[in-house]
């Protein structure tokens, strides 16, 4: 078996086409990874997921690491990591006479949610496993949330024979 470094195109290709990977986060030095489903768009990760303790952590530190991979065989394989920065894309209130001044709301906007909901309702089952409750808190329409992870790095090994 050779591993390889892939290129920066190659590392894209396969976060375009990939669906689920492993999201890292960080909290008191302990480390937490889930699977989540993402959408990859341009220098971004987008993702859903209802309020939580992958939310949380992630809040508390922003920096995150994404592994995604393609297990062709044990001898063929790749491997995509991404080390980036866990932003909120909050839902920002109507500006009217009572909202705050512009440069005060928050800096991502509804086109940014909109633009992550149009990438990612592209695949079937795309709200998993985000959207899915052990039941210990109550899940409203409110509850969920978009979130986009800002890509610092990318890195890449593949194997082949």
């Not at 991404?82 to 920002?92: A, I, N, Q, S, Y």
Request: glycine share 6%; proline share 6%.
């Amino acid at each position: 078996m050779n591993i390889r470094e892939m290129t920066r195109p190659e590392c894209i290709a396969l976060l375009r086409s990939a669906r689920l990977g492993c999201l890292a986060c960080v909290r008191d030095k302990r480390p937490y990874v889930v699977p989540i489903h993402f959408a990859f768009g341009d220098d971004f990760i987008f993702s859903f997921s209802l309020p939580g303790k992958k939310v949380e952590w992630m809040r508390g530190n922003p920096h995150v690491c994404l592994q995604v991979d393609d297990v062709g065989s044990v001898h063929g394989w790749k491997s995509v990591v991404v080390d980036g920065l866990f932003e909120d894309l909050p839902k920002t209130p109507a500006l009217d006479r009572t909202a705050p001044a512009i440069d005060q709301l928050a800096p991502l906007s509804d086109h940014e949610r909109e633009f992550a909901w149009s990438l990612l309702q592209k695949h079937a089952n795309w709200w998993e496993p985000g959207a899915l409750n052990l039941g210990a808190t109550l899940v409203t329409a409110d509850s969920h949330l978009f979130y986009q992870i800002k890509i610092e790095t990318i890195s890449g090994r593949q194997a082949f024979r």
